[in-house]
């Protein structure tokens, strides 16, 4: 059973992280934290002039009260809402909070993922910890 799991979190249709969530829980020993993450990508500067600061705000609130939502039922569940770029953060976050395993959904693979690889496939292959994959 895992201590310190963390639950990366990506709004879009390809991905439901209720199963991820339900994973973790299940393989966490009793009084384990869970930490559900989603990384917000960073917007290049040539498209932050395009941007007001009122809408970047209002993304990041959504965004912060729907996680709120999703682990208001995860017992010892926090949620948190980092900038960066998705494989390598999760990575990084992962070493910093010294989580154990990491339970990660991914979409069925296409063309696309064996030419550029997805997060998914970067977090199986750079982890540190243990890492289950959700279909």
Avoid: W
């Avoid at 990384?39 to 990041?60: C, F, G, H, K, Q």
């Avoid at 912060?64 to 980092?82: F, I, L, P, Y």
């Avoid at 991914?106 to 750079?126: E, F, I």
Wanted: hydrophobic fraction near 40%; glycine fraction near 4%.
């Amino acid at each position: 059973m895992y201590k310190n799991v963390l639950v990366p979190i990506v709004f879009d249709d390809d991905h439901d992280a209720s199963d991820a969530i339900e994973i973790a829980k299940a393989i966490s020993a009793d009084g384990a934290s869970i930490t559900l993450l989603h990384v917000m990508d960073e917007i290049p500067s040539y498209a932050l002039s395009y941007l007001s600061d009122e809408y970047l705000t209002n993304a990041r609130l959504a965004i912060v009260t729907e996680m709120e939502k999703m682990v208001s039922d995860v017992e010892n569940g926090h949620a948190d809402v980092v900038n960066g770029h998705s494989g390598r953060t999760i990575l990084e976050y992962a070493d910093e909070k010294k989580n154990d395993c990491i339970v990660i959904t991914s979409h069925t693979p296409g063309m696309q993922d064996y030419l550029l690889g997805s997060t998914a496939s970067k977090v199986v292959r750079h982890a540190k910890c243990s890492v289950h994959v959700v279909r």
